[in-house]
């Protein structure tokens, strides 16, 4: 009872005395600067393991430390230390964004802290959020009866969409163990995952078969489910994807929906990676159905190339999100006026989280829809020439891309090929200077070229070729 | 096949021009000290619902718009709308956090884009995450052998908790219609939400008798799981609160934690609001027993000031979040001791999300502990001195204040009392400058004081008592 009484000021306990501030914004300007000079001569990949040691110097003390200290310690560890999703010579996994408006997004959303989850809370904010949501339905060919949700990423995106499914199934627990789940050995895994979250670890899983492209044979699939109900199990569940992370396949959305549609089974179409490809017109016949799905996924960190965290989740009919999310209480009471607008908590498993809409608002406004576009379409074109050019540099390739990631391998004349690669890869993550990833499929181990970062051009590409070329012929394997 | 060969600079199209960027910086930072500079003048609550439709003047377009138009529409929809959650003004729910190291943390955490995920793609980002949970779990009291995962908010994090209990216990989904849950009226509501998100939906919930306090009577408890037990049902799960959203109560845990270990029953404390309290000595008795359960969710949004979307699950023993969350659960013990340093990704829901550690990271090494500390001592103070002083303004008050939160009403001689409160809210409301909720127990409506903005001080406490004492003697209502 004494600490309002005193003489101290609380007040500037955790504020920042003008100079400070002063000193802070001229930090972080600087090194934002800095940092967008760096990439283009800088590495991809920095796998010292080492570097994220200097956090451990600087344990949490009861006083501050001194921000250069700080800043040095982030840059070592964090921003000189594995893989750089922000290099245009990044096309391991599914690459990174980050463009620069969504940071200051963040920084803005972060600052003024208004709760996007409730309408009554933040008219603006709730309102901003529907906007982006509207627009991403309007992409996929949503009507009016649609909606979504802003969430973290493709797994909990998935993991919404999956009870929703559930839920309009009316599934009872003791149904779970014969309830039946469709997708194929491409399907990312956040699929099965988030069956297991959301309890039906139980169900049973079918596997069903792909062309050669590993896009899923719609005609297996037709067959499966007549014998699943044959067998009195409870077909629920058809999952597709448009643009797996494996390859880039898009499933026959179309036929599937048809599929599903006969069968009153829930469609939902995973196009985490994909999605956002759909702003480019040439390519919008390759996803000819996605609007029948009964829910889409879509990661904007991804192929709208924002920064880690932004996920979404959109259905074609809003009333099954908000039968699985809504829930009110007394503490909530004074909420209830103002419903002119839709809560996003009651069409999201979150209540209070990131308000997210800001990111994407903010850059969308900035930049206008054009740019996403033709950076898109652009990644298409590259990945058709990289696929054109790695084979004239000795490799071997898989499937013709879909969209942006490209398999291939070297097959040496001599000795085992998943061993040469395997070897390669390697060396090309201890120079560093592009980052590619890898996969195994069938027990072939293919790297895979993913164009997706929007620093990519094509003198990343003929780099991430040459280096790729120099570095096989380095191993002296013939 | 023409955009990588045309002349046009694709690698301008997301990124700012230099002159673009420098008027950026100084529209963020004038922004900035402007928004600070107005908050102690400023309102708590702007309820405009007209304000945010002027987002709809603004519909995404192929092209940019003026960046001073971006602001001025943000400004107005968003930042001068609804409530205030970084206004030293706002006591309604639990108060919103804000500080502005955060907000630069999360600016450099989206410009540089790290994947927090998974160690090999950033082991300083994975690390920092890292050393942020193991602050926590020494907080709470966990040992070496804990472990946890930052997620955005308190939904999440109790969904997580509540899914790692349903797994410990080996349920069948057949069996979730047996399965017990302990909890009290008073219990967040996310808790029935994520149990029904969890796939049990059927499970059956016992709400446990309270004493006057709001808190859980544990021979009552005692008495209803061995009835459970009799009639053949499932005891799993126990929910104490440590720091209700109502009201702040606090369950007595440390008896819980003995009936839940006698029953070998999952205990989990949800701490969101309250579990930030344990930095200040004088209050950790009031917690004693939270290091004896299973899972603790704590929000660093509420008592650590962060910007929305910080959550926290802990579990006393890794392996228990493991088990859910790491997808192929077959190499479990190998994995665990093989990696160096654990990948977030395997103990949580999550794959990609929001690099969450470095918003917390960079704001405890700002300012050190100790600011935390005192502001949190302070805001019980000041709860304590509210409570005493509202009710010299001819208000009735609820239970003395466990932690931050009080409840009052104005009780009228004449006349129904909630009426009269539910009127003087919308006087309140309608005044905008300050902003308090309501809630109901028992049938009575209270005003709930939650003091917990780490800008509120006794003079913004003194201001919100004269303020709704004003306002009640408006009323004329005797």
Known sequence: MNSI??????????????????????????YYIQFLDGLPEGKAYLGDEDAGKALASMPFQENPYPIDQIFDVFHQSVTENGI????????????????????????????????????FANPGAVRMENQVISWMCNLVGYDHRSHGSLLSGGSIANL????????????????FERAVIYLTDETHHCVQKALRL?????????????????????EALDAIINEDLRIGLIPFLL???AGTTNTGAIDPLDNLAGIAANHQIWFHVDAAYGGFFLLVEALRSKFKGIEKADSI?????????????????????????????????????????GQDERSPADYSPELTRHFRGMRLWFSLSMFGISPFR???????????????EIQKAGFEVGPFPALSISLFRYVPKDGDANEANTKLLALIHADGHIFVSSTTILGVLWIRMAILVFRAHRKEVDFAIKTMEKLKNSMNIH
């Open 239 to 241: 999952i597709g994807s």
């Open 297 to 337: 996924v879509m990661d904007p960190h991804k192929s709208l190339f924002m920064p880690y965290g932004s996920g979404v989740i959109l259905v074609r009919n809003a009333e099954h999100l908000f039968k699985s999310n809504y829930y009110t209480a007394a503490y909530l009471q004074d909420d209830m006026e």
């Open 84 to 119: 750089n999703p922000c290099s245009g010579k990044h096309f391991g996994y599914v690459p990174g964004g980050g463009i620069e408006t969504a940071a200051w997004g963040d920084f803005l959303g972060a600052l003024t802290n208004r709760y996007s989850g409730i309408n």
């Open 374 to 388: 033709q950076v898109l379409a652009e990644k298409i074109d590259l990945s058709h020439y990289f696929y054109r």
């Open 160 to 175: 919404t969409g999956i009870i929703a499914a559930r839920d309009h199934k009316e599934l009872k627990a003791r149904d």
């Open 5 to 30: 009484h005193s003489t101290k000021d609380f007040s500037d306990l955790l504020s920042l005395q003008p100079e400070d501030r002063s000193q802070l914004i001229k930090k972080v300007t600087n």
């Open 198 to 218: 959301a309890g039906m670890g139980e169900a049973v899983i079918r596997y069903v078969p792909m062309d050669e492209q590993f896009s899923m044979r719609p």
